[in-house]
């Protein structure tokens, strides 16, 4: 346990964030002076939980979001504050059920009774736009394929390296940062770490590179297709299950077809199981079914799924494979709320080892190429309400996300599902004024 009043004083800290993150993925936050960190350790900040995304009322007793203080923080660009992720509770009561972090650490604890640790990597892609978020920031990021193009990524130099340099202070262990496939898009890549330490840490990260470009007069946006016509922004999740006694990986059997353990077969199973209902939490926004279900992007490919496949080391696939005892999850996008994001894959991940579930046939042709040819796959929804339609229809999977956050979460998904249907659109004015 760590003493935040002594990491104040060790550290210099004049304020703590304490923040929790809520069902649509915002990240909210109090500031709380070190004076008082001692009493908010114990006892959690208060907040009004209906003010945010969750499903409260006025009428209900104030939430305490309560620092988990092993999570803390020091903000690198400003050293007198520190940010510490919390566990919400209801005042007079226990923990919030429908919290993101609680469904993450309750699937946490589940797969520990099994004796296992799950352990991800993340790969969050964002793009860096002027301030109003019209545009790229960068007018000469203009060419056809952009990825991975030099030029383009030194001049972003200053704000890709002072993000960079932090995740190093922090011990992330970061180890390549790019230029992606879309202009103005980028990528930086840290080490894995288990399920809750990856989610706390990409919790953060938004929150950082968000601050950073907001310092250099940019916009940074994890929106999953905030240009049309150009590559969306996926995050791609590398996942590896280990057994907590040995400290072997659960998934490696290089005997084994691609050199993926039976179980890491059942938990692949159980993905390719529930894919179609987890992705209104991959995809959870309006938006992101403008990233999966595009048309061919200016460079040439979307790099995003439309079909729950899985492969070998082949990128057109929903899930691929890339070597022994690890997979990647390619469905997810930069809307991903960080902490269900990890929950959801644990959930149907789990739900494959108790069924051993099949992932049923590899697939090593080109999707984008050749997708018609596969007539055995089920499509990923078109639209978030046919996301929020799959995930009411598997109670399974509801289940294992706990019933209080499915009926949460459907509720307010739905919501924004009818606000979304209720606005007029340019693009109504554009094609109905005249008929």
Request: aromatic share 8%.
């Amino acid at each position: 346990m760590t003493d935040l009043a002594a990491f104040a004083r060790e550290n210099g800290i004049k304020y703590f964030m304490i923040s929790y993150t809520d069902l649509f993925g915002a990240q909210r936050a109090k500031l709380v002076p070190s004076q008082a960190i001692s009493d908010m350790q114990a006892d959690g900040a208060g907040f009004a939980g209906f003010a945010t995304w969750l499903d409260l009322t006025p009428a209900h007793p104030d939430m305490l979001a309560v620092p988990d203080a092993p999570s803390v923080i020091q903000l690198p660009w400003k050293r007198d504050v520190a940010w510490v992720a919390s566990n919400c509770v209801m005042s007079g009561g226990g923990p919030l059920d429908q919290a993101p972090r609680n469904v993450l650490g309750n699937l946490v604890g589940e797969a520990a009774a099994m004796g296992l640790t799950v352990k991800t990597g993340v790969e969050p892609e964002f793009f860096l736009l002027t301030p109003d978020g019209s545009e790229i920031s960068d007018p000469a990021d203009t060419a056809v394929k952009p990825c991975y193009d030099q030029q383009a990524v030194m001049r972003r130099y200053d704000v890709i390296a002072e993000i960079c340099d932090y995740m190093l202070e922090l011990g992330w262990e970061p180890y390549q940062n790019d230029h992606e496939d879309a202009n103005g898009q980028f990528e930086m890549n840290w080490k894995y770490d288990t399920a809750m330490a990856t989610a706390d840490k990409h919790s953060f990260f938004k929150f950082m590179v968000r601050s950073v470009a907001e310092k250099h007069g940019l916009r940074a946006t994890f929106m999953p297709k905030p240009i049309m016509g150009l590559t969306g922004n996926g995050c791609h999740v590398h996942v590896s299950v280990w057994d907590a006694a040995s400290g072997k990986n659960a998934f490696a059997d290089d005997a084994k077809e691609l050199g993926l353990s039976d179980q890491g077969r059942h938990f692949l199973g159980g993905i390719m199981k529930h894919a179609s209902a987890l992705a209104v939490i991959t995809n959870p926004t309006v938006n992101s079914y403008k990233r999966i279900n595009a048309a061919r992007t200016v460079s040439g490919a979307t790099w995003a799924p439309n079909t729950v496949t899985w492969t070998g080391n082949n990128r057109t696939h929903m899930v691929r494979v890339p070597g022994p005892g690890r997979f990647e999850l390619r469905l997810p996008d930069g809307a991903a709320n960080p902490y269900l994001l990890q929950a959801v894959i644990i959930a149907a991940g789990l739900s494959g080892l108790r069924t051993k579930a099949d992932p049923g046939p590899r697939h090593d042709i080109d999707m984008y190429a050749e997708g018609h040819t596969v007539t055995n796959a089920p499509r990923l929804p078109l639209n978030l309400l046919d996301a929020i339609r799959a995930y009411d229809a598997d109670p399974d999977l509801k289940a294992a996300m706990g019933e209080a956050f499915s009926g949460a979460y459907l509720k307010l998904k739905t919501q924004d599902w009818n606000a979304y249907t209720s606005h007029l659109s340019q693009w109504e004015r554009d094609t109905t004024l005249d008929i």
